[in-house]
């Protein structure tokens, strides 16, 4: 077992030096961070990155992509242009994703030099937890749900909304002081569905009640595969 683990230890350690030094991940980093990002080329280059080396690290800047472009929307918006809540809420559900990774791939464990147990970078979950508190506090997923919504696109929205509240859930907000921050900005406290038989379209859809701080429930009809979905609020 010991062995094994020392192999592992040597193999990410090795992994996440490369993804470091590799230039596509410097490329992408480059393209976010200047004075007129390219968050296209960006993901491109991430993309490839992720194939080569698919390590913590490079998760990671797989979800600053999106984060840096959630903060250039949230900073036009604060400079009087308007923000694109399409844009800012799928880039902040894409670095959740990536973001969930690398938190996984960050807990492997591996032996120190002490031959005992500990995560393969033991500096990630702070970082991703910092991020993930911010994405809560500024609720982008809620108002990216509420845009699906609107947009009818209603299963997107369950989805968006779930992550939201499984936000304080995660493994990597299991910290007291962040649970404790997470508990005095609840949006949304529960999701409830329940299945029902429609009559008038003779088929199942889902009843989703989605019950927020204010005592207000929001219930919202989902229809799988159909595009003319109706919604009672």
């Not at 559900?93 to 147990?117: C, F, H, I, R, T």
């Amino acid at each position: 077992m010991k062995k094994s683990l020392i192999l592992a230890a040597l193999v990410l350690i090795s992994a996440g030096c490369m993804a470091q030094k590799n230039p596509l991940v410097k490329k992408a980093k480059s393209l976010i961070n200047s004075e007129t990002p390219d968050f296209g080329a960006a993901r491109a280059a991430i993309a490839e990155a992720l194939e080569q080396e698919p390590t913590a690290e490079t998760y990671y800047w797989a979800g600053m992509i999106g984060y840096q472009e959630v903060t250039r929307q949230n900073y036009n918006q604060l400079m009087g242009q308007a923000a694109d809540v399409a844009v800012t809420g799928a880039a902040a559900s894409e670095s959740y994703e990536y973001w969930l990774k690398a938190d996984e791939l960050a807990q492997v464990p591996v032996l120190n030099k002490k031959g005992e147990e500990v995560p393969t970078d033991p500096k990630m979950r702070a970082k991703l937890a910092k991020m993930m508190l911010e994405y809560y506090k500024n609720q982008e997923l809620v108002k990216y749900g509420v845009h699906l919504n609107e947009s009818r696109d209603f299963l997107g929205a369950f989805k968006a909304f779930k992550m939201h509240i499984d936000i304080p859930e995660l493994p990597m907000m299991q910290n007291e002081k962040l649970r404790k921050r997470c508990r005095v900005i609840p949006y949304i406290s529960s999701i409830n569905t329940t299945p029902v038989f429609s009559l008038s379209r003779r088929r199942c859809m889902t009843k989703l009640s989605l019950s927020s701080s204010n005592s207000k429930t929001v219930t919202m009809r989902l229809f799988p595969r159909t595009s003319s979905s109706t919604r009672s609020m």
